[in-house]
Nanobody, 127 residues
């Protein structure tokens, strides 16, 4: 059974940083692309970053590019998201998600091809 469990969300001040983690189980980590998706209060899901199964290539939404870094720890079967220079607009529930393919989907596929996502972790950026 595929399992994704996020952690690391908390309250942080604007300009601060956080690292989110997603522990995984139930599938061969490294063979499937993964992503981070978020949902701001009262809004729909927003894809923010995706990475190929082995972590070699990644893409980012314009809203987080140059501030967030996605990475995989193949040994620990864990996905990470390093978030720098956080803004109030980054507030929301952050989900990690798995695809059914090795290479990360681009464009509209980034959301539509999600196979499964975790329960999420809350990130609040506020002074």
């Amino acid at each position: 059974q595929v399992q994704l469990v996020e952690s690391g969300g908390t309250l942080v001040q604007p300009g601060g940083h956080l690292r989110l983690s997603c522990e995984t189980a139930g599938f061969k980590f490294g063979n499937y692309a993964l992503s981070w998706i978020r949902q701001a209060p009262g809004k729909g899901l927003e894809w923010i970053s995706a990475v190929d199964g082995n972590g070699a290539r990644a893409t980012y939404a314009d809203s987080v590019k140059d501030r967030f870094v996605i990475s995989v720890d193949l040994a620990k079967k864990t996905l990470h998201l390093r978030m720098n220079n956080l803004k109030s607009d980054d507030t929301g529930v952050y989900y990690c998600a798995k695809y059914r393919r090795f290479d990360r989907p681009l464009g509209v596929g980034a959301l539509s091809e999600v196979e499964l996502r975790g329960p999420g972790t809350q990130v609040t950026v506020s002074s």
